[in-house]
């Protein structure tokens, strides 16, 4: 009815007032190729497109150096993750994880008997490779590396990380997360994956290339592991939609868009720690497009300060410290943010 869709707009329109610096979404995107790429393929949403997605997983293979048969899509890196938590469930044992890090998804670990192994970050918020790998033993079915750590920041030396992959893989499936390492220079795991059958890349195009909300993201394994995930799909080879395809085949080769994001991020993200440092906040050195930092010794309600100023931020992840995240949004939503905790 003309009421429904009137109320539709207004709620659009006061969702247009919040700052959203709570999911670290990009703010600038999609990329324009994208919204180009949306904006044509409308029309052919009628029929499933098979073909599209071979073009989609050849896209990627080749962006990753790696064959077709090693990629798996699915509806953002959470598929993916679910996925594997899936696959290692059907033996029964443990997963060991830094803490904090990204545990949303190890629910199904969870949900499926799985046990906790919870390892503690080093003082400077770094994920303890070494206490990671005392924390694996002969039950551990999963090990899980955010890479990097969200929701510190913090990212693993490569030569490091190869070293305990190569390692830990050897007896037990190794998980590394690359969502947020396109906001780095660092080179990913994908040239070892075919090497080490025990290894899953998980990476997205919710972030960087700003395609949050139309869910695709892939895994990145040797082929064995990669059919056994996807076996476990209901709807394989159909979880994300055309639309979804063709925007990322399109923001594949939209890299000025990835560079000027990449740019934008850094300088925005050098402002907010240095104004948060004013605020007597101790920050972490981040190495994505949000920031990890204390409020210790910051002197005001801090939640209050955000719900006044209509601004979405994060949570308090380990509660001595008083630590908590905040995505790097545009200049003048961090200016806003910077001014409403003040
Ligand atoms: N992994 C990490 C570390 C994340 O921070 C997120 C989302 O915030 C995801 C995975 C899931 O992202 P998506 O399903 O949108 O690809």
Not at 36 to 64: C, G, H, P, T
Not at 88 to 97: E, R
Not at 129 to 146: D, G, P, R, S
């Amino acid at each position: 009815s003309p009421l429904a869709s009137e109320n539709l707009i207004n709620s659009f329109e006061n969702d247009a007032n919040l700052i959203f610096l709570r999911s670290n979404e990009n703010p600038y995107g999609p990329s324009p190729l994208a919204r180009k790429a949306f904006a044509e393929n409308v029309n052919i949403s009628n029929r499933y497109n098979w073909d599209i997605e071979a073009q989609i997983i050849s896209a990627i293979a080749l962006k990753n150096s790696v064959k077709d048969e090693n990629i798996l899509l699915g509806a953002g890196s959470t598929e993916i993750l679910d996925l594997v938590a899936k696959f290692v469930s059907l033996d029964k044992g443990n997963y060991v994880i830094a803490d904090p890090s990204y545990d949303y998804w190890t629910v199904t670990l969870d949900n499926f008997g799985l046990t906790k192994n919870k390892v503690p970050l080093t003082a400077d918020k770094k994920i303890n490779l070494k206490a990671m790998v005392e924390a694996v033993n002969q039950n551990t079915k999963l090990v899980y590396i955010c890479n990097p750590n969200n929701p510190t920041g913090t990212i693993c030396k490569r030569e490091a990380l190869v070293e305990f992959v190569t390692n830990i893989s050897q007896n037990t499936i190794v998980l590394i997360d690359e969502t947020y390492l396109d906001f780095t220079k660092q080179q990913s795991l994908s040239n070892i994956v075919t090497d080490h059958k025990n290894i899953i890349i998980a990476k997205t195009f919710s972030k960087m290339y700003g395609l949050a909300g139309a869910r695709i993201g892939y895994a990145i394994a040797d082929k064995t592991l990669i059919d056994n995930l996807s076996n476990l799909q209901s709807n394989t080879n159909n979880s994300v939609s055309v639309l979804s395809k063709l925007a990322a085949i399109a923001s594949l080769k939209d890299e000025k868009f990835v560079s000027n994001c990449y740019l934008l991020n850094e300088n925005v993200r050098q402002y907010t720690i240095s104004e948060l440092k004013k605020l007597n906040c101790e920050c972490i050195t981040s190495n994505t497009n949000f920031i990890y930092f204390s409020l210790v010794k910051y002197n005001k309600d801090y939640f209050k300060q955000l719900e006044d100023n209509n601004i979405e931020g994060g949570r308090i992840y380990e509660e001595q410290g008083k630590w908590t995240r905040i995505t790097v949004g545009k200049m003048d939503e961090m200016k806003k943010f910077i001014k409403a905790i003040q």
